[in-house]
């Protein structure tokens, strides 16, 4: 341009090139989308690596190794892996995982096909729960009792902080189920049987952990991605996990799906499936609901993920064969053991056409998609973002006041005869097992999948149990607390504080026939303090309102702590007041859900939900009866185990270097002569391997003695058939070697064996001999009322 001008005026003369020229219309190019984009890439992909986006195996079951090899799209860590293999592995060998996961898949690829970024995802339920020294909040069921969703919104951004710390992209939380039978053992991960409560503050939770839609912060590298689950219907299955919802479609859909809009419409960027059926339809494989409702009705565009090995539980299909949930709507996945041997099927569904491409594509570029959104192609590795390896953040002091805000906030006080506030000078004893317990305390997923078992409250650093609380606010005014478990003491308190409450438990492990709460620790102790004439308060944890009348008549104050999680002193908060007995926290939660009058299924309401009185608005207390149908007769099928360990039953292996007490079903004697171990029979962990690998014993402690009428009956398969005897008994043997090789190579089995041929009075015990190798696979051992064989010389 320069030189033209020049050459005119050099010219002295107007030259045509001299004549301004007309100048085009510059057309804006509009920028691609990300869906537009995210097809760009998958366009550049080669089937493999399309297919792999949809395969989401667990931290236990790859190397970085396999990441480089087969650049999955995503991974999880399930609730019992860890880094290494190790559980109960700190904070910076999660971030170390990251980085070499992600590094693995960052290596260039030939030809110049696009890198794609992984995500880590894991279920930060309630908090970081996996990760020792993360904060724990209390459960869904607790912050339903708050019902505060600005509350909420700051667990879930405390949550996404400490889950980014460690490297981790994506949290598997929250949960939107409507629970509707308090049986179920998820229970406490609804907020509500309200569906209005649940909307409200699951698309707190979203927004929480995602950041706000539309603000600068929304998934930036301080945020995570949510997801929402399980879609749909997982609270409406009658009680029992997994279960089928059944009725009018319209009226389900009313309840159960109602909180998925508004927590789409705030950002949700993923959806998990639920494991129930619809009508008889598994979610996995329900093209109406997966791709109809979620996506036409809803207007949901971003990842469908499967739950773990969902997908197998559809009618023809297996954990590694199974194009029906691909066609129905799912986008990827979750197969944590089995993984390899999906790939390989899809690439040749996708290849035979078994699978049309662009369903493939599809579900790729909707994978892609998120990871655009997510700002993962520009993000560097776990440990250079802005909160990688900020140890300060996870477990610290502000989250940990957040979560103890949300412990006194969730209290809900069902009794008081003037008991509270207990006087800060006050003399207080604190008793029950679960008091100086943070495992119990926090519940499932807490470090591992089930909670509880070893755990003990060395694994959880920086986290305070409620017995730990109470002294600490008693201490500071002067008074005197002491914590005696059994309720013993040799100084006369002037009130004493009983904490007890369910096991810790996961999903289909803590499914129940009925409301009743069967462990009589706690009212043991209640009514030792009442004979005593000492003023008593319980705190109940649990994660559902139970039927507990017995307990709530014994005592004076009666207090739902549900599941507080890793802050106890907020219990101490709201039950300890000032040196003169006045309050300095009241209560304020209140009843998301019914608390049942009777221990059987659908009884009526004796506290309906919104039910929550407080020192200033107290309440009476209504006759409570003491009885209950569960209680008058006595069970005609005792469990020992059956998809979950049986209540109240002991184990205790043992071999020639001792003997050990087995929790849940999973451990090994001293010497590891027998090994109990669970794996994946139709669900996650509901069978049990048991393997004699050299002369031993495993002993099985009944909660209650059984007559001799009925049968034991074993429910198993034959892995390694016995070279030498094998025997079951009480007080007399009966031998098992030709019952176990009548079963080889034919799957499943049922064996009955007589009572009556085990003992000559009421049986406490059984007790499982082998002399030499043995190996079964366990669906369920159960004392029930058919009588078996009439001989006691098996096979049976």
């Known amino acids: 341009m320069i030189g033209r001008l020049l050459a005119c005026v050099a010219a002295l003369v107007i030259l045509p090139a001299c004549v301004a020229q007309p100048v085009a219309p510059v057309t804006a ?96 339920v309630h908090g970081h729960n996996n990760v020792p020294g993360a904060t724990i909040f209390p459960h869904n069921i607790a912050l339903g009792a708050a019902g505060d969703a600005a509350l909420v919104r700051r667990i879930g951004e405390a949550t996404a902080a400490e889950v980014a710390a460690t490297g981790i992209d994506w949290a598997f939380a929250p949960t939107l189920a409507v629970a509707r039978d308090t049986r179920w053992g998820r229970t406490y991960e609804s907020y509500s049987q309200d569906p209005r409560l649940v909307a409200a503050l699951g698309t707190a939770m979203v927004e929480g952990l995602q950041g706000t839609r539309g603000t600068p912060d929304f998934l930036d590298d301080r945020h995570v991605i949510a997801t929402i689950k399980h879609f749909f219907g997982d609270g409406g299955t009658g009680g029992k996990d997994q279960g089928d919802t059944a009725g009018s479609l319209a009226e389900i859909e009313a309840v159960h799906a109602a909180p998925y809009p508004p927590a789409i419409a705030a950002g949700a960027q993923s959806v998990m499936a639920s494991f129930n059926s619809i009508n008889g339809v598994k979610m996995h494989g329900n093209h109406a609901m997966l791709t109809d409702l979620l996506r036409e009705t809803m207007g949901f565009n971003g990842v469908v993920v499967g739950d773990w090995n969902g997908h197998g539980q559809i009618p023809g299909c297996t954990n590694t064969n199974c194009p029906q949930s691909l066609l129905a709507g799912l986008d990827i996945y979750m197969v944590p053991e089995e993984w390899k041997a999906l790939y390989t099927t899809l690439i040749a569904q996708a290849r035979d056409g078994t699978i049309p491409m662009a369903r493939i594509d599809e579900a790729a570029g909707r994978i892609i998609a998120l990871k655009l959104r997510a700002g993962a192609f520009e993000r560097p590795r776990p440990s250079a973002r802005s909160l990688g390896g900020k140890w300060g953040a996870i477990g610290s002091p502000e989250h940990r006041a957040i979560a103890r805000e949300a412990v006194r906030k969730s209290l809900v006080l069902l009794k008081n005869d003037g008991v509270l506030p207990i006087r800060a000078s006050a003399s207080v004893l604190i008793a029950g097992k679960a008091a100086d317990s943070i495992a119990a305390q926090s519940g499932g997923w807490s470090i591992s999948w089930q909670g509880g078992g070893d755990l003990t409250n060395a694994n959880f650093p920086g986290a305070t149990s409620i017995s730990a609380g109470i002294a600490q606010a008693v201490g500071a005014a002067g008074g005197r607390a002491a914590l005696s478990a059994d309720g013993k003491f040799n100084t006369r308190p002037d009130v004493a504080i009983v904490i007890f409450g369910e096991p810790p438990y996961a ?58 999680g890793s802050e106890g002193q907020g219990v101490a908060d709201v039950l300890i007041g000032t040196a003169d007995g006045q309050p300095r926290q009241d209560f304020s939660g209140r009843l998301s859900f019914d608390w049942p009058a009777d221990c059987a299924p659908g009884s009526a309401a004796l506290f309906a939900a919104g039910f929550g009185p407080s020192y200033a608005a107290p309440a009476s207390t209504p006759m409570l009866a003491a009885s209950c149908r569960a209680i008058a007769g006595a069970p005609s099928v005792t469990t020992l185990f059956a998809r979950t360990p049986g209540r109240g039953v002991t184990l205790v292996a043992r071999d020639a270097s001792g003997e050990r007490t087995i929790q849940r079903w999973i451990g090994s004697s001293p010497s590891g002569a027998v090994k109990l171990g669970a794996f994946d029979l139709t669900a996650q962990e509901d069978g049990r391997a048991i393997d004699f690998t050299a002369k031993g014993d495993l002993d099985i402690a009944l909660a209650t003695p059984v007559g001799r009428v009925g049968s034991v009956e074993l429910v198993f398969a034959l892995v390694t058939p016995p070279t030498g005897p094998v025997t079951l008994g009480a007080t007399r043997t009966v031998a098992l070697e030709s019952t176990l090789k009548l079963a080889a190579d034919k799957g499943y089995r049922t064996a009955r064996i007589p009572l009556a041929c085990l003992a000559d009075a009421p049986i406490a015990k059984l007790s499982l001999h082998a002399d030499s190798p043995v190996a079964l696979r366990l669906k369920s051992l159960r004392i029930v009322p058919e009588p078996g064989p009439s001989s006691c010389q098996g096979p049976f």
Request: glycine share 8%.
């Open 29 to 124: 190019v509009p920028a691609p989308t990300i869906e537009q984009r995210a097809a760009n890439i998958v366009g550049q992909m080669s089937i493999e690596h399309k297919v792999a986006q949809l395969i989401q195996p667990d931290i236990s079951t790859i190397t970085p190794a396999d990441v480089a090899t087969y650049r999955f799209g995503s991974i999880l860590n399930g609730g019992n892996s860890g880094p290494g293999g190790d559980d109960k592995a700190l904070a910076p060998a999660w971030l170390a995982l990251a980085d070499a996961m992600w590094d693995a898949a960052q290596q260039p690829l030939p030809g110049g096909e696009p890198v794609i970024p992984m995500l880590w995802a894991t279920d930060a």
């Open 507 to 564: 999903e289909f492990m803590g499914d129940r026939l009925d409301h009743r709460f069967d462990d009589e620790e706690g009212l043991a102790l209640l009514k030792r303090f009442k004979a005593a004439g000492i003023r008593t308060v319980a705190v109940l944890l649990s994660g559902r309102p139970m039927w507990v009348n017995r307990e709530i008549s014994a005592a004076d104050a009666f207090v739902a702590a549900w599941l507080p």
